[in-house]
Each structure stands twice: as C-alpha cells, then as structure tokens.
C-alpha cells in the first residue's frame, strides 16, 4: 500500500476539522421561525458564509413580503475583533 493512501483518511480528517463550522449557505425557514420586529416582513433570507483566509464573509440576501429585496455583505475577523 503506497504511503498516500495510508495517510488519505488522515488528511481527509484534517481538512475537515480546519473547516469553519459556520461556512456554508444557511437558508431561512419560515416554518419553523417566528421573527418580530423589522424580521417579522422577510418572505425569505439567504446567508453564504465563505473562508477568506482569517476572515469570513459574510453575504445576506434579503426579500420582505412587499417584494423588495436587498444585498448585505460584510468580512468579519473569524477570531473576533477588527480586521487587519
């Protein structure tokens, strides 16, 4: 057995825990939420969270009830406090 496939499952492993857990793409459910306030008009709601290095970004897009729609994004530190 060559030495990359004794150490595939381990460096599968690796990569896997180096991943953010809040990466990926988050979709509102309105069945199972009960927004109020300025969220209780969204008809829907995406979020990417993407890795960019020490950072994540952010992008929100956001559709109320009335039809209009609207983009947020943001980079944010992933260990918390300002960005370099």
Same mark, same amino acid.
């Given at each position: 057995?060559?030495?990359?496939?004794?150490?595939?499952?381990?460096?599968?492993? /690796?990569?896997? =825990?180096?991943?953010?857990?809040?990466?990926?793409?988050?979709?509102? *459910?309105?069945?199972?939420? &009960?927004? @109020?306030?300025?969220?209780?008009?969204?008809?829907?709601?995406?979020?990417?969270?993407?890795?960019? /290095?020490?950072? =994540?970004?952010?992008?929100?897009?956001?559709?109320?009830?009335?039809? *209009?729609?609207?983009?947020? &994004?943001? @980079?944010?530190?992933?260990?918390?406090?300002?960005?370099?």
């Amino acid at each position: 057995m060559s030495i990359a496939l004794r150490f595939a499952p381990w460096l599968l492993a /690796g990569s896997l =825990l180096a991943a953010d857990p809040f990466a990926g793409t988050w979709i509102l *459910s309105l069945a199972e939420s &009960k927004l @109020a306030g300025p969220y209780a008009g969204f008809k829907s709601e995406t979020l990417v969270i993407a890795e960019q /290095g020490d950072q =994540l970004l952010i992008v929100a897009s956001v559709t109320l009830r009335d039809g *209009s729609s609207s983009t947020f &994004k943001e @980079a944010v530190a992933k260990r918390g406090g300002k960005l370099s």
